[in-house]
């Protein structure tokens, strides 16, 4: 846990609202600041971050840092999963089968109201201007060094951050190896004391 703590510390998140939400109220979270770890998670979730939307779903669900609330719980499950993250599936329907139909029902008029300020339809958007924003605060290097793209273009970023939560491997074609040849083999020049005549 101290590990998942000094890695969170040190993500860079200049410009990147939606990290800092997300590692902030993680950071308040394993604390047992509960109420903190609201406030930065929603900060997270107004950027897009699922992480932070599913993390304010599991704590409406279970009542940390507000009353236990499932309908709401499960309609930010529900918006954290708009993307078809598969373990954000998984969590969403697995609270989903705790609830009555009619929870069911009054959820998704609060997920659609959730929406109109989280959804990906707005949020994206609004975390695609701060990444713009700060990437004309970047600067160049006379050594050569440049910037990751992926962290700063909206498209890169978004397929990143995708890829991070699908856990999909792509693996290449196997390789056989070939067969060494005879100049492969060659042999190790002797040590002193290999050359030695006894």
Known sequence: MSKTLLLMKR??????PDKYGMTTGMRHYIHGDYPGALHYFEMGAYYADKFSQLSLGLMHMNGEGTDKDPITGYAWLDLAAERGYPEFLATRDRFRSELSPQQIEQAMAVRAELASRYGDAVAKWRLTMELRQGQMKLTGSHTGFGWDLSEWDPAQYFAKRDREWQGI????????????TPDDNATNPPTGNDSRKQ
């Open 11 to 16: 993500t860079a998140t200049w410009s990147h």
């Open 169 to 180: 491997v792509t693996v290449g074609p196997v390789k056989q190896e070939e067969e060494p």
